[in-house]
């Protein structure tokens, strides 16, 4: 852990010290002791950074400011790329391509304006100036950041900050600019402002011109580079930064974006020239139905002995989070493993090729099937491993034990199933030290987004002293699951139906018991919603799916098989769907994919209907944006309160519902034309959903 503080703060190792309880509370899992041994302090003035002794900062130091940087970038969005081929970008130079670079995303945060200001000042070291012209009005910030700066450790004259209009102001050939200036680039990708400013305005020389941020796609160039705050190019080594992309010229070559008839969006300065988002639809195509997702949903279904395994809305107590969406019940898998044979050959093939009998302690993540896996793991390895020194150790109680940092031997880090991986993260840096140990990740189900979040997982843990295979990770199994940080569909119906029971004057059975229900999926004896999890039909009968259906392998799902199961499915389905950034529904500023209205025409059975409705988030049902989709969507609710005591109209209720808390939207038109419908419909249930939908209509007037 790296302190850049100022020169003048003469005891920030002893404030260090006295926060550190305070510093690492914003750390979870990572121990003191582990980050005490290993911290770094670097001091700065106007002019650069200065430190002590310290080999290792003088060789690396340059690397570590670039990376901070260069991260800062990235993880705030400072990359723009667009939803495929259905738009792409044009810059005033010309160039076509489908992402670009906007600093203007960066700059959020105080603390990381300072330290792009900071390291950019010292690129201006030694050189006095008076004003400061930014390319683009949103990188001003940086100006003020470096004036502030300036005052800090010097008495200094009034320094003006300016824009100068990007290429606006540089070609226009009535610009003139004051004396002693520095002038601030915020991206290129390249060079081509620098040397348009050195060939036009000789009077500005090359130190005089900086770039925050610098991608060398078109051709590489040293002096720019040298003259550039961060350098946004992949880095393999240290494991950062920008893969290069292709830019067209149309001049010199065809456009390929243009060819597909991709839409250009003209970039001015810092902000894009559109008139409305470019609207599509998108439908679910066999490609999204993959052979892993039905094999995986085969594997660990409902089965009348067990129950079921894939539930919905649920948590464990012992872990502080929101809840799941998708919950998978490991424990109740590894405590029935017999159960599910394919999983537990595989469990046991895996268990004895990768643990060794070099292993010294057993690490599991804080869960009940973690913990369950663990002692599964140490039933089968006990006839070959030492098991008088073995230990099985609680993540969250890793404190209570002094593992000697010389220790020579293996240890296992289990996790029943991991969504993101962050406590994996923790306990790699945890062991960062342990350089005679062989860290083993053994992972049940590994259940993130995509496949690019496993494999940046996995190569964050795996890279150590010995580079990137210095640790062994391994899965048994791997399905890609929606794992957003919001409120499940179940938490939000809970709080709607709530909102509605605490205007009536006396109580409704419809409402209390989908109350009771939701409640019952905190419970540890369900964990979670398996089924009921939708509303029922208009003759008051659950939901089920028909034979034949598209999403499993055979008719053997036929009353062997939970609603959660099939949403479940239908959840990761249209996860796939996200994580096509070409033709699935992957969102941009300026295109909004939607959920195909007739979606709902060609898988009609009612539990698949309310599975997509449920499992798609707001932005894919909003069909306000389209008149035409709207009225699409429109015409088939229609049809299904028309014939909702009919196997056509089943998921009425699950459409009104989506309706009626906001997540579906309609162009106003069809509100007025939808509550008209409802109005003539003499029946409770129909009025609660045409309540709350004329005040959806209300509030988009």
Aim: neutral net charge; glycine residues 4%.
């Amino acid at each position: 852990m790296l302190f850049i503080t100022s020169s003048d703060n003469k005891n920030v190792e002893r404030d260090v010290k006295d926060n550190i309880e305070l510093i690492f509370k914003s750390i979870p899992k990572v121990q003191e002791d582990s980050f005490s041994d290993n911290l770094l302090y670097v001091q700065y003035d106007e002019n650069e950074l200065l430190f002590k002794k310290n080999t290792f900062l003088k060789k690396n130091i340059k690397e570590i400011i670039n990376k901070g940087l260069a991260n800062i970038f990235i993880k705030n969005g400072g990359l723009v790329e667009t939803n495929g081929m259905a738009h792409h970008y044009v810059f005033p130079s010309g160039k076509h391509s489908s992402k670009f670079l906007r600093t203007a995303n960066v700059l959020v945060k105080k603390s990381e304006i300072d330290f792009i200001g900071l390291n950019t000042l010292h690129l201006f070291k030694g050189k006095k100036f008076n004003n400061i012209y930014c390319d683009t009005l949103s990188i001003n910030v940086i100006g003020y950041s470096i004036i502030n700066y300036i005052k800090r450790f010097n008495d200094s004259n009034d320094i003006n900050v300016e824009s100068f209009k990007s290429y606006d102001g540089l070609y226009n050939k009535n610009s003139t600019f004051y004396d002693n200036s520095i002038f601030l680039i915020s991206a290129s990708t390249s060079g081509g402002l620098i040397e348009y400013i050195k060939s036009n305005h000789t009077e500005i020389l090359s130190n005089e011109i900086c770039v925050l941020f610098y991608l060398p796609i078109e051709k590489k160039s040293e002096v720019i580079n040298e003259r550039a705050v961060c350098n946004l190019e992949l880095n393999t080594d240290f494991g950062y930064g920008i893969d290069l992309y292709k830019i067209y010229k149309p001049k010199n070559e065809k456009c390929l974006y243009c060819e597909n008839n991709s839409a250009p969006i003209k970039i001015l300065g810092d902000s894009f020239s559109i008139d409305e988002p470019i609207i599509n639809t998108k439908n679910i195509s066999v490609g999204y139905i993959t052979k892993n997702l039905k094999d995986f949903v085969e594997q660990f279904k409902f089965q009348n002995e067990i129950g079921s395994s894939l539930k919905v809305s649920f948590s464990e107590n012992t872990i502080s989070r929101k809840k799941y969406n998708l919950y998978i019940d490991y424990e109740n898998i590894i405590s029935k493993i017999n159960s599910f044979t394919l999983h537990k050959n595989k469990l046991d093939s895996y268990i004895q090729q990768y643990i060794p009998a070099s292993i010294k302690y057993i690490v599991h993540l804080n869960d009940k099937g973690s913990k369950k896996l663990s002692e599964y793991i140490l039933n089968e390895i006990k006839d070959y491993v030492n098991l008088k020194e073995l230990i099985i150790i609680n993540q969250s109680e890793l404190s209570e034990y002094n593992i000697d940092e010389n220790l020579i031997g293996s240890i296992l880090i289990v996790g029943s199933c991991i969504s993101n991986g962050k406590n994996l993260l923790y306990l790699s840096r945890y062991f960062r030290n342990f350089e005679k140990i062989r860290l083993i990740y053994f992972i049940g189900i590994n259940r993130t987004s995509s496949k690019q979040k496993t494999q940046e997982l996995k190569t964050n843990i795996k890279y150590g002293l010995y580079g990137p295979e210095n640790s062994t990770y391994v899965e048994i199994e791997n399905i890609n699951c929606d794992n957003s940080n919001t409120q499940t569909s179940w938490e939000i119906e809970l709080n709607f139906l709530k909102e509605i029971q605490q205007n009536l004057d006396e109580p409704i059975e419809f409402i209390n018991e989908r109350i009771n229900i939701i409640n019952l999926f905190n419970s540890e004896l369900t964990k979670g919603g398996s089924n009921q999890i939708f509303f029922k039909n208009y003759n008051n009968e659950q939901l089920e799916i028909r034979k034949n259906s598209a999403f499993f392998n055979n008719n053997d799902y036929y009353n062997n098989i939970s609603q959660s199961d099939v949403y479940f499915t239908i959840s990761c389905i249209l996860n796939n769907m996200r994580n096509d950034t070409e033709n699935g529904l992957f969102q941009s500023n300026f295109v909004k994919n939607l959920i195909d209205p007739f979606i709902f025409n060609r898988f009609n059975d009612g539990i698949i209907q309310a599975s997509i409705l449920r499992a798609s988030k707001p932005e894919e049902l909003n069909y306000s944006l389209s008149f035409t989709q709207s009225n699409n969507m429109f015409s088939l609710v229609k049809t299904f309160i028309k014939h909702k005591e009919e196997q056509q109209g089943e998921a009425i209720f699950e459409f009104l519902y989506s309706i009626a808390n906001g997540k579906l939207r309609f162009h106003k038109e069809h509100y007025v034309l939808l509550i008209n419908e409802l109005t003539e419909i003499n029946e409770l249930r129909i009025k609660i959903f045409r309540e709350k939908i004329e005040r959806i209509y209300k509030n988009c007037l």
